[in-house]
T-cell receptor, first 109, second 113 residues
């Protein structure tokens, strides 16, 4: 079966660093996406990884290990506006996204 | 219009009624998608369209139908609504599908009583 696992909720402090993990099992694999979703709003794209390694984009970085079926999203210098849900999604052999339930990130001052 | 829009924003519907959720994009994207999002579950794909004139079934298509008469519009119809279809519905589009980023509409919150 196809499955995306990520923690339900995480708490971090403003200014700190947080890593949100995601493990995936998909029928075929064509890449891994991360989206951000603020409460009551639509998801917005953060990153796409298809090759192993770390991709950095400002305060956000995303890592992929295809051999381990594992990805993480790293958020640095946390700001209150980073309080949101972070959605991990794997692109399967049919090029359809399989979504995790999301990780709700709570930032405390 | 800028980007992707959905209508209505929210709706309360009696069970058994027919309802069409509208989705329009002005980005000339070929691929469009309908998802539902329920608490504690990931986004689930209902139907998709890779290009105008074609549609396909996603993970949870039962009770829903779609059409793609042109590039811009991708309406989702519930033929006879049931309470289990209470959800937030998101429409999304991407340039060519696949590994392209998906752009989401603001969502429609639907309650079926």
């Amino acid at each position: 079966g196809q499955n995306i696992d990520q923690p339900t909720e995480m708490t971090a402090t403003e200014g700190a660093i947080v890593q949100i993990n995601c493990t995936y099992q998909t029928s075929g694999f064509n890449g891994l996406f991360w989206y951000q979703q603020h409460a009551g709003e639509a998801p917005t794209f953060l990153s796409y990884n298809v090759l192993d390694g770390l991709e950095e984009k400002g305060r956000f970085s995303s890592f992929l290990s295809r051999s381990k079926g594992y990805s993480y999203l790293l958020l640095k210098e946390l700001q209150m506006k980073d309080s949101a849900s972070y959605l991990c999604a794997g692109l399967d052999s049919n090029y359809q996204l399989i979504w995790g339930a999301g990780t709700k990130l709570i930032i405390k001052p | 219009i800028a980007g992707i829009t959905q209508a209505p924003t929210s709706q309360i519907l009696a069970a058994g009624r027919r309802m069409t959720l509208r989705c329009t994009q002005d980005m000339r994207h070929n691929a469009m998608y309908w998802y539902r999002q329920d608490l504690g579950l990931g986004l689930r794909l209902i139907h998709y369209s890779n290009t105008a004139g074609t549609t396909g079934k996603g993970e949870v298509p039962d009770g829903y139908s779609v059409s793609r008469a042109n590039t811009d519009d991708f309406p989702l119809t519930l033929a006879s609504a049931v309470p289990s279809q209470t959800s937030v519905y998101f429409c999304a589009s991407s340039p060519q599908g696949g590994e392209d980023e998906q752009f989401f509409g603001p969502g429609t919150r639907l309650t079926v009583l």
